[in-house]
């Protein structure tokens, strides 16, 4: 039986996967390379990662804020603070993490070999923002356990971080087109499709920019970030160079890719 948490996470993921891919076929930023039959691979290690996680790490970051709230555990519960202020630096910290998390996995070569199947999409879709490798993903969730407990995140302060990360990831990696008006003023606020496209770029300059996925501070703040790609959204090409001749990526393909 899903629990209150799995139901708002879910509706969540629904509600907007299911936005983002009818706004990409109504006004898509780019024509796709090789077209929505990536979804045959991309859509199934979305399920299998979903699953296994389910599975094999059925404590969450969401239980673990609760097992640590019990036991007063982290930085933020020896602070005497509201508890909206608590949550909000809590979101805060964890997307910090994530940005970290992030970049070491593109700077250590062992992680970066996971992290690979990431970027080997070469398109740029809403599956692209769910598609990882399963390690990555069970490494991820680690890394959030521990970032929960240092820090002493609520199971509220969780649940939000959990859901922005996972809707974010969908948007800023959705093939969608808007106003550029519109995008110079989000991209204040959150990643947009059009800054996060540049960290897809097959140009290594290019793919070591703006790794943050729900707030672009970060990157701003630590030097990491870049306003356009250098040839343009429309002819940039998306990918890692040596698979730009790999346009059939299966399950089985990107589940190997990191041992070839």
């Known amino acids: 039986m899903l629990t209150p948490e799995a139901i708002v996470r879910l509706s969540a993921f629904a509600g907007v996967f299911g936005l983002m891919a009818l706004w990409e076929l109504v006004a898509p930023r780019r024509r796709l390379r090789v077209g929505k039959r990536r979804w045959a691979g991309n859509v199934p290690l979305i399920i299998v990662n979903a699953v296994l996680l389910r599975v094999g790490v059925p404590l969450g970051a969401y239980g673990t804020a609760e097992v640590a709230a019990e036991r007063g555990c982290g930085a933020l519960q020896l602070v005497d603070a509201p508890a909206f202020a608590e949550v909000a630096v809590a979101v805060l910290l964890l997307d910090f993490t994530i940005y970290l998390q992030h970049r070491v996995f593109h700077a250590v070569p062992v992680l970066w070999r996971l992290h690979k199947v990431h970027h080997a999409d070469n398109d740029f879709d809403v599956t692209t923002g769910l598609r990882f490798h399963t390690v990555s993903i069970v490494l991820s969730m680690g890394v959030k356990m521990a970032a929960t407990v240092a820090i002493g995140a609520s199971p ?99 589940i190997a890719l990191p041992f070839r």
């Open 156 to 254: 509220l302060a969780v649940l939000i971080a959990e859901t922005a990360l996972n809707v974010t990831a969908m948007f800023n990696h959705a093939n969608v087109r808007m106003p550029v008006g519109l995008d110079r003023v989000l991209r204040l606020l959150v990643v947009t499709p059009d800054m996060h496209r540049v960290h897809h770029s097959v140009e290594g300059h290019e793919y070591g920019r703006n790794f943050g996925f729900n707030f672009p501070w970060w990157d701003r703040l630590l030097g990491t970030y870049r306003d356009q790609p250098a040839a343009g959204h429309d002819a940039m090409t998306i990918g890692l160079d040596e698979y730009q001749a790999q346009p059939r990526q299966s399950l089985w393909w990107m």
